[in-house]
């Protein structure tokens, strides 16, 4: 069964920084993208940060050249450094796994993890 596990969410005060980590486990094979998504209340969950096995990235224009994400593909993890905070990024943060080869399973995803919150004060 694949699993996806995020950690480094907290409390940071505006223009702070924050690194998000995801790892994935359950016999894996290999993931097409990885990427970081948010929801804040009352808001739909939308696409902050995704990076393909190849090094390929894209961002949300809302935290281009504020956050910057990257992979690594041996260990199946994912992360998301987060500068110059606003609090407008005051969101659970939420990692994803599409295009998942696993051993023990067909299905491909996406996967979700449980979400880690972000809080920044103003």
């Known amino acids: 069964q694949v699993q996806l596990v995020e950690s480094g969410g907290g409390l940071v005060q505006a223009g702070g920084s924050l690194r998000l980590s995801c790892a994935a486990s359950?016999?894996?094979?290999?993931?097409?993208?990885m990427g970081w998504y948010r929801q804040a209340p009352g808001k739909q969950r939308e696409l902050v940060a995704g990076i393909t096995n190849g090094g390929t990235t894209n961002y949300a224009d809302s935290v281009k050249g504020r956050f910057t994400i990257s992979r690594d593909n041996a260990k199946n993890t994912v992360h998301l450094q987060m500068n110059s905070l606003k609090p407008e990024d005051t969101a659970v943060y939420y990692c994803?796994?599409?295009?998942?080869?696993?051993?023990?399973?067909?299905?491909?995803?996406?996967?979700w993890g449980q979400g880690t919150q972000v809080t920044v004060s103003s």
């Open positions: 359950g016999s894996i094979w290999s993931i097409n993208v």
């Open positions: 994803n796994a599409a295009g998942v080869v696993s051993t023990t399973t067909s299905y491909r995803g996406p996967y």
